[in-house]
Structure formats: structure tokens, C-alpha cells
């Protein structure tokens, strides 16, 4: 089983339409969590941590289930530049992030 | 916004070459990391440096690779004789600290390619 899965996608969306997807960790000792966004030969940059109580930023709710090791990303209102992989990465002990092979999202108008 | 500076942004090297690749991490960072991304694959982990050691590192990381802080600013990636598969975006990253308050900030890479 890989560390981190995510559905590759591509997810097509409708600009304005909301989009929800998944990712799975194996480690159940993993402490952190995080999603990433990372445009096309980009550096990935950091969109949001993920907390046990569910977190929101703006049109981004995240959610984290540690019984069943899977954190999930929702984007709503979909903009042209929410465009882009978004790479689930969790961390254990100690200082190293595992990233998932990222989710590909296409807004189109 | 501070940014992790990485150089040069594009290295091409022959098979066997020795390849030094450059970081300037943010200044009040006190950990330091790189990943490399081969084409269409994932963000893979390679090292972490903590207090002028390498505090973790992959099983990708073996001999022929090397990190160092040379002075208080630069952190480097040595790659002793490049393989055609070291052909990779390689990334430096800073955090302040660990842990999910503290967000790991990416350079913009440098794409080295083996030839």
C-alpha cells in the first residue's frame, strides 16, 4: 500500500462549482497534515494545514478522519486559478513530509 | 514574503560529473531540507538538516550524495558522479520549526539534467 494515495484525477470543474476529493495515509503514527498546491513545474506551495477539527480558509475546508487515515480538501466557488495538483502530504515523527501523487484540477468557464 | 532562493534554476551535467546545487534558506529557519521530483512523479524526501547535522535522510540518499552549510547562509546538495535517473526538479525547503503550525516554504528548484 503506498504511504500516501490520492486519485490522480484530472477533476473537471465548472468554474463556480464545488469539488471535494480524498487522500489515504498508511501511517497511523503520522502527526501532521497538510495539502499543497503545485502549478505545472512549479514549486509546491503551502495552501493549508490540516487539524483534527476540520479547518477552513476562505473557499478551502479541509477535514481530517484519523480513524479511517484520510484528509480530504473541498474548494468552493471554483476559480480559473484553482487550476492546478493539489498534493496531499503528511508528516510523522520527526521532520520528513510524504507526499501523495497529487490530485489534478481543471476549472474550466 | 520571505522565499527560499535556490541556483542555478537549470543545471545540465555529463554522466560522471560532480553537480553543486545552491539554497539560501529564510534567514530565521532553523531547518533545512531536499526533495527532488522527477518528471511526472511524486515530491520525493531526501534529507533534513538540523543544527549543522543531517538529522533524517531516504534510502535515496547514499554515499554519493552530500549536504552542507558552508557559512551561515548557504545550504548546499552535492551529487558525486551524476547518473542518467539523478535527471530530476530538485527542491530546498526551510521551516521554522516542525509540526502542522509550521509549513514547510519550497525554493523554485533546480532542474538538473544528466545527459
Known amino acids: 500500500r503506498k504511504e500516501v494515495e490520492q486519485d490522480p484525477g484530472p477533476f473537471n470543474v465548472p468554474e463556480g462549482a464545488t469539488v471535494a476529493f480524498n487522500c489515504t495515509y498508511s501511517?497511523?503514527?503520522?502527526?501532521?497534515f497538510f495539502w499543497y498546491r503545485q502549478d505545472c513545474r512549479k514549486e509546491p506551495k503551502l495552501l493549508m494545514s490540516?487539524?483534527?477539527s476540520g479547518n477552513e480558509d476562505g473557499r478551502f475546508t479541509a477535514q481530517l478522519n484519523r480513524a479511517s487515515q484520510y484528509i480530504s480538501l473541498l474548494i468552493r466557488d471554483s476559480k480559473l486559478s484553482d487550476s492546478a495538483t493539489y498534493l496531499c502530504v503528511v508528516q510523522a515523527a520527526g521532520n520528513k513530509l510524504t507526499f501523495g501523487g497529487g490530485t489534478r484540477v481543471l476549472v474550466k468557464p | 514574503e520571505p522565499e527560499v532562493t535556490q541556483t542555478p534554476s537549470h543545471q545540465v551535467t555529463q554522466m560522471g560529473q560532480e553537480v553543486i546545487l545552491r539554497c539560501v534558506p529564510i534567514s530565521n529557519h532553523l531547518y533545512f531540507y531536499w526533495y527532488r521530483q522527477i518528471l511526472g512523479q511524486k515530491v520525493e524526501f531526501l534529507v533534513s538538516?538540523?543544527?549543522?547535522?543531517?538529522?533524517?535522510k531516504s534510502e535515496i540518499f547514499d554515499d554519493q550524495f552530500s549536504v552542507e552549510r558552508p557559512d551561515g547562509s548557504n545550504f548546499t546538495l552535492k551529487i558525486r558522479s551524476t547518473k542518467l535517473e539523478d535527471s530530476a526538479m530538485y527542491f530546498c525547503a526551510s521551516s521554522e520549526s516542525t509540526g502542522a503550525n509550521y509549513g514547510y516554504t519550497f525554493g523554485s528548484g533546480t532542474r538538473l539534467t544528466v545527459v
Open positions: 490540516v487539524y483534527s
Open positions: 538538516f538540523y543544527n549543522n547535522e543531517i538529522s533524517e
Open positions: 501511517n497511523s503514527a503520522s502527526q501532521s
